[in-house]
T-cell receptor, first 113, second 116 residues
Framework: AQSVTQLGSHVSVSEGALVLLRCNYSSSVPPYLFWYVQYPNQGLQLLLKYTSAATLVKGINGFEAEFKKSETSFHLTKPSAHMSDAAEYFCAVSLYNFNKFYFGSGTKLNVKP | DAGVTQSPTHLIKTRGQQVTLRCSPKSGHDTVSWYQQALGQGPQFIFQYYEEEERQRGNFPDRFSGHQFPNYSSELNVNALLLGDSALYLC???????????????FGAGSRLTVL
């Protein structure tokens, strides 16, 4: 069975501090991995994706994530948080192309001034 | 270039009623997937449509049904509504390509259904 676990339903950081949002997955085959962001009353927007190329993936708005097969992890980071980063972040896994996505339960990021 | 559009944005129904939600995919996309996002949860896959046929289905009862039209737009129908059906329903479109790489989903803003 495939699943995604996001550790920490709420994360709070100060503006300018490092952002680290954790994601672990379980998969029977090499997965495709994604991070999506959701702002209030909006749909999900793609931040970045891992598709078996480089293990360090750079996305929009300064975010990046590293695929670590040995740890089955795909943690999201950003060196310096901005107030506009406050949102809910979802990690997702897809096993094959055209396939359904499995989402984690989300992490709400709060950025303090 | 319009993204994924969904209607209505909000609606309120009572238990036992039926609801139809609509989705227009992003221009150039041919596949539509529907997800249910309950409050405080991540999206859960309902089903996916391609070439006007249901291709995959998640763990949802037959009360949930759908349709895809020749112009790739889609509808989600839910019959005999339950209180637990209250959620944000997200439509996501994508391009079904045989090329390598992941099938990235583009999401609409969702239809928020409240069942009283």
């Amino acid at each position: 069975a495939q699943s995604v676990t996001q550790l920490g339903s709420h994360v709070s950081v100060s503006e300018g501090a490092l952002v680290l949002l954790r994601c672990n997955y379980s998969s029977s085959v090499p997965p495709y991995l994604f991070w999506y962001v959701q702002y209030p009353n909006q749909g999900l927007q793609l931040l970045l994706k891992y598709t078996s190329a480089a293990t360090l993936v750079k996305g929009i708005n300064g975010f990046e994530a590293e695929f670590k097969k040995s740890e089955t992890s795909f943690h999201l980071t950003k060196p310096s948080a901005h107030m506009s980063d406050a949102a809910e972040y979802f990690c997702a896994v897809s096993l094959y192309n055209f396939n359904k996505f499995y989402f984690g339960s989300g992490t709400k990021l709060n950025v303090k001034p | 270039d319009a993204g994924v559009t969904q209607s209505p944005t909000h609606l309120i129904k009572t238990r036992g009623q039926q609801v139809t939600l609509r989705c227009s995919p992003k221009s150039g996309h041919d596949t539509v997937s529907w997800y249910q996002q309950a409050l405080g949860q991540g999206p859960q896959f309902i089903f996916q449509y391609y070439e006007e046929e249901e291709r995959q289905r998640g763990n949802f009862p037959d009360r949930f049904s759908g349709h895809q039209f020749p112009n790739y737009s889609s509808e989600l129908n839910v019959n005999a509504l339950l209180l637990g059906d209250s959620a944000l329903y997200l439509c996501a479109s994508s391009l079904r390509s045989r090329a390598r790489g992941a099938n990235v989903l583009t999401f609409g803003a969702g239809s928020r259904l409240t069942v009283l």
